[in-house]
């Protein structure tokens, strides 16, 4: 599984296009084939700071999701809804465990 992990900063006046653009390619990413999830998090602790989770079953579908029109269109929108540069981080993930599995019970 590939994990990627993007922290994105914007201000109270691009907040609400952020937020569109956000939900937008999010919802179009969960239909493609290989998308586990994909969501975005607003941070609680930090004004006009959220996170993008994405999980993809592998690399092959990470890439075609690269391909895709949403994306070319969330990868134009996105620098006028953000103040800073993103910090975007992909994971590979071998193996995972529910909290069950962890705690014994």
């Known amino acids: 599984m590939i994990v990627v992990v993007g922290r994105v900063k914007t201000d109270a006046d691009r907040r609400d296009a952020l937020i569109r653009v956000g939900q937008d390619v999010a919802s179009a990413s969960r239909a493609e084939h290989g998308c586990l999830s994909y969501r975005l998090y607003e941070d609680t602790e ?4 959220f996170v993008f989770v994405e999980e993809w079953e592998d690399m092959q579908a990470l890439e075609r999701h690269f391909t895709t029109p949403h994306i070319r269109e969330f990868m ?3 620098p006028a809804t953000i103040v800073a540069p993103p910090d975007v981080k992909f994971h590979t993930i071998a193996s995972s465990m529910d909290l069950a599995e962890v705690s014994g019970g």
Request: net charge negative; aromatic share 0%.
């Open 76 to 78: 134009l929108a996105i």
């Open 46 to 49: 930090t004004d006009n700071e």
